[in-house]
């Protein structure tokens, strides 16, 4: 399916509004984590065709959903920002500063309209999908990475346990959202 320019340029937009507010509010370091995702799921799907009906991505969508928010638990409750900054040496931000509610909204409120959007065979929710998915699945292995820049040996950083299902859950997505042949059905 072609993607209409002004679908393009949207995405574009939400994906550099993104990094610049990720920019904003957690510093370079972190930005670039946000990239892999960000980025990563707007190149994707410039690049790859997709025609995938919102029944083929449900369950995979539903699931990394689901797992997202018990991986947001487990960072607040085991303080992975306090450790992320640790690392990166840029202050937490306010949970209520303006920086990170655009952040929230223009990311996770995004992806809440994927359902919507891709029911309607709308590029614009592929694009939001393929963001979802590239996020969950890729930016969260950064959890993997982070202890090599601690002072402790390898071990444990918040949102580890969380992030080694939530990445195979966004894998399935992944690939259920570029599988080739797959009918743009409205269910």
């Not at 574009?12 to 507010?21: D, G, H, Q």
């Not at 969950?136 to 346990?161: D, R, S």
């Amino acid at each position: 399916m072609n993607k209409r320019p002004i679908t393009v340029a949207a995405g574009l937009l939400v994906t550099l509004s993104v990094l610049a507010l990720g920019y904003v509010s957690f510093g370079f370091w972190t930005m670039l984590v946000f990239a892999s995702g960000f980025l990563g799921g707007f190149i994707l799907w410039l690049v790859l065709p997709t025609r995938a009906s919102f029944a083929s991505i449900k369950a995979p969508y539903v699931l990394s959903l689901c797992l997202f928010l018990a991986h947001r638990v487990e960072e607040k409750m085991l303080d992975f920002f306090k450790r992320l900054a640790d690392i990166t040496g840029q202050p937490t931000p306010a949970i209520i500063s303006w920086s990170v509610i655009l952040l929230v909204v223009g990311s996770v409120g995004a992806w809440l309209l994927v359902p919507y959007f891709v029911k309607r065979g709308q590029q614009i929710g592929h694009y939001l999908a393929s963001t979802f998915f590239a996020s969950l699945g890729i930016t969260e292995l950064a959890h993997f990475i982070f202890p090599l820049f601690t002072e402790q040996p390898y071990g444990y950083f918040p949102g580890m346990a969380s992030a080694a299902v939530l990445a195979p859950a966004a894998w399935w997505g992944m690939f259920r959202l570029y599988k080739p042949n797959v009918s743009l059905t409205h269910s």
